[in-house]
């Protein structure tokens, strides 16, 4: 009985080293706190049930473990980060879009609210700023919220 309980130990902690490593991949709270109980536990168990060799070899495995799996997670913070920073540097239509506040252009369609209006030669999707806006009716830009272009009708 004696190898299949510390089979059970061993199963319990691998169990619980493998949901460790798979937070670091997939955050969350709940899979690492699970791992991180199911490791203590095993460690808990093989000195508990008498097996205080492997319980001291489950310590010097977690205690080793603990820079790879920090070393894994800084990595995959890292990327992480890149891809905000790269993100953040990138130029796209919101950009293009902000050059259009204050210029007044045509309706192209019926506004209520969203709809399409031309602006020299750009066509921009629009969302009107309260009122539905009939097609061909003149309208300006009034606000620019990342890729949202506000328009008010122009009345003349």
Known sequence: MSGIAQMGIVVLY???????????FLPGVILGLFGLACVVGAIWLAFATGYTPLGIVLVGLTVLSIPVIVWMWLRV????LVMKTTEKDATGAAVEHKTLVGQEGVALTQLRPAGVARFGDTKVDVVSEGPVI??????????????RVVVREVRR
């Not at 913070?77 to 992480?80: E, L």
């Open 14 to 24: 691998v169990f619980g080293m493998a949901l460790v490593v798979v937070e670091v």
């Open 77 to 80: 913070i890292n990327r992480v």
């Open 134 to 147: 009939e097609r061909d009716a003149r309208v300006k830009v009034i606000e620019v919220r990342g890729n």
